[in-house]
């Protein structure tokens, strides 16, 4: 509501009395913004924090707080529609922050999907409307949802779904012959987005 451009307006989120992010910006005079931080917390269990900007000399209402659980280890579902023994060794020897339950999809029905913050679907290759009602109203309700596609993809069964849930359309499917080399990737692309650092020209992998 101010008549004057505020400049590098810092703002800061503490979680258990450690600075977690940092984010500055300037903000024009009359003016809103929405400010996205991101930060992994190192602890489980229950965790107190706020947010703080520095806003002089009015400083009252600088902080807000929040709090948030941290499971010590988060349950998903991975629903089979096809053998994923590669990915029960990732949760079994280096993802050990999960707990998965593993489900064929023939056998989805089963499940309370509201047990789990994640569901991976692997090899799925067609939604009947029962199974994409289940899955929109995961997502509704905050969920996550990570979908591999498998070889006999059905695009009909998967477009209809993906247009329930807004999330765009498959195109045609192109087999690529073996030992193809990949002369250039599109590293800006959204899928690549927190996997390589952005400040080096040759775009290590950020581990």
């Keep these: 509501d101010g008549e004057k451009e505020l400049k590098d307006i810092n703002l800061r989120v503490l979680l258990n009395d450690q600075v977690m992010a940092i984010n500055n910006q300037n903000m024009s005079e009359s003016s ?6 991101s930060f992994t917390p190192q ?20 902080l807000r707080y929040f709090s948030l659980y941290v499971p010590e280890k988060e349950e998903i579902l991975v629903v089979e ?12 020897s280096v993802f050990d922050q999960f707990n998965p339950t593993f489900l064929s999809s023939r056998n989805i029905a089963q499940a309370q999907l509201s047990d789990y913050r994640s569901i991976i679907l692997l090899g799925v290759d067609q939604f009947s409307s029962g199974l994409t009602d289940q899955l929109k109203t995961f997502l509704e309700e905050g969920g ?4 591999f596609p498998g070889d006999d993809l059905e695009l ?8 329930v849930v807004k999330a ?4 045609e499917t ?14 800006d692309h959204p899928v690549f987005e927190g996997i390589f650092t952005s400040n080096r020209r040759n775009r290590e992998v950020d581990a």
């Design 32 to 37: 809103s913004n929405d400010i996205e931080v």
């Design 43 to 62: 602890n489980s269990g229950w965790l107190s924090g706020y947010i703080e900007i520095n806003d002089s000399p009015i400083d009252f209402d600088n």
């Design 81 to 92: 529609g096809q053998n994923s023994t590669p990915v029960k060794v990732l949760f079994q």
């Design 144 to 147: 996550s949802i990570l979908f």
């Design 156 to 163: 009909s069964s998967i477009n209809s779904f993906y247009q």
């Design 168 to 171: 765009g359309s498959f195109q």
């Design 174 to 187: 192109h087999s690529v012959d073996p030992g193809v080399e990949v002369k250039e990737s599109e590293l």
